[in-house]
């Protein structure tokens, strides 16, 4: 069965318009308090949010619901994602939920539920939510007046998260290190400066000032450019980006140069190697990863497992074959003895401390790898017509990949969380790349709009 409201990363959507209403999300609040509150002991639910003006309105609206059904809502107000999943499981809820759209435009909102163990849902507990947000009677069940839940404002879940953050590099000082910090205006504008000030680093701060309306804008994991040029402008040793949600991280070394996801996986996995830290001597990525990332990790002798484009698909896979490191190019990195989900403050305290340890600046570190040149592209689509169902998009597309050979690749897929489609040219030759994704992204635009 085809889930139809969960995407690869929870619900998400334009604010006020389906589903993304504070009807839906009544209905959510109720859904999901039958399926994973029924018959707990436990029957509490952590709520966090991200700096969105619509979060006031998904909150309360999921709060009823959550009400409606006995559950108790333990509320954290802005806090990153993985903030979420961690109380989540310290607290002893039976679940979290978090109201957030991570890197997407202010103007969308989403819904991303944990389990009681701080992993996101697998795909069966997401699809008998569905059937019940989406089943006439969900909206007319409630328990009785006097078994109704409670709501509390956690004053502390801050300090909780800070604490935990600093312990997993053993409260390591950071004294000596220049920090730009690019909060994205998003749910790490105040614990996140907080975390790395109270370990000794200077921190210079940029989009720490959100408005509801400014999260992600111009800022943040996905506009690294920002802090690459304050790196240079305060001669920083590092920049260190979040998206709005605090689940990714984009770095920049000390020349302002972009570090990605793929190099910092693999600059972790070099370590862990060396140190006999590396779980079945193996990551994870994803298909989107840097072919060089995979020369570079075949040459070390470590494996390289790959899996679908999403954090979720990554996390699974690690979790089935018991691999602690893993992730994706676009910045969510799962450092699994320490998290449940991507983390992007724990990632770069991981990060500086691998530098403290070393004595290596993050250019030399990242330096492992040589980057196959490659030019992803986005456009919105007014539907996502199955590949399978087109013409000339996959003949194009087969055609490209007979003339890269061994020495490229394309990726065209649909986005989980947006109405897009993203094509990626990736091949030893930048010529090559420029032809190809002129070609394929011309094709598409012909045969979808």
Not at 338 to 343: F, Q, V
Request: proline residues 4%.
């Amino acid at each position: 069965m085809k889930k139809k409201l969960f995407g690869t990363d929870g619900i998400r959507g334009r604010a006020n318009s389906y589903p993304i209403t504070p009807e839906l999300a009544l209905l959510v609040g109720k859904a999901t308090a039958k399926v994973l509150g029924a018959g707990g002991t436990h029957r509490r639910v952590v709520l966090g949010k991200d700096t969105r003006i619509s979060g006031y309105m998904l909150e309360n609206a999921l709060t009823a619901g959550l009400l409606s059904m006995g559950m108790d809502v333990l509320a954290v107000g802005p806090m990153p994602t993985p903030a979420v999943a961690h109380l989540t499981r310290s607290m002893g809820a039976a679940c979290g939920i978090m109201i957030t759209a991570s890197h997407n435009p202010a103007a969308d909102n989403g819904i991303k539920i944990f389990a009681a163990d701080g992993f996101k849902l697998p795909d069966d507990v997401e699809l008998e939510i569905e059937k019940q947000i989406l089943s006439d009677e969900i909206s007319s069940e409630h328990v009785p007046g006097d078994a109704i839940g409670k709501a509390y404002r956690i004053e502390d879940a801050r300090g909780r998260y800070i604490e935990f953050a600093k312990s997993s590099i053993r409260n390591l000082s950071l004294r000596g290190l220049k920090i730009v910090l690019d909060c994205a205006n998003g749910a790490a504008y105040s614990i996140a400066p907080l975390i790395f000030r109270e370990l000794g680093a200077e921190v210079i701060e940029h989009a720490v000032k959100p408005d509801g309306l400014n999260i992600n804008d111009n800022c943040g994991a996905l506009h690294p450019e920002n802090v690459g040029r304050l790196v240079l402008e305060h001669h920083a040793d590092v920049g260190i980006a979040l998206d709005g949600d605090a689940d990714r991280v984009i770095f920049c070394d000390a020349s302002g140069n972009v570090v990605d996801g793929d190099r910092i996986i693999g600059m972790v996995a070099l370590d862990y190697q060396k140190n006999n830290k590396l779980a079945g001597n193996a990551v994870v990525v994803t298909s989107m990863s840097n072919l060089g990332l995979h020369r570079a990790m075949k040459q070390a002798g470590i494996n390289v497992e790959v899996t679908d484009v999403g954090d979720r698909y990554v996390i699974e896979r690690m979790r089935e074959g018991a691999f602690n490191i893993g992730g994706e190019q676009s910045g969510h990195l799962i450092f699994m003895d320490y998290a449940t989900t991507g983390d992007g403050i724990l990632s770069a305290l991981h990060v500086l401390k691998l530098m403290i340890r070393t004595g290596k600046p993050l250019a030399e570190l990242a330096a492992f790898m040589t980057v196959f040149p490659q030019e992803l592209r986005s456009f919105p689509v007014a539907r996502k017509t199955p590949l399978a169902e087109l013409t000339l998009l996959p003949a194009a597309i087969a055609e490209c990949e007979a003339a890269l050979g061994d020495s490229g690749r394309t990726i065209v897929r649909y986005s989980g969380t947006e109405n897009k489609m993203r094509i990626l040219v990736e091949a030893e030759n930048p010529d090559d790349v420029a032809r190809w994704i002129e070609r394929l992204t011309e094709t598409a635009r012909r045969e979808l709009n």
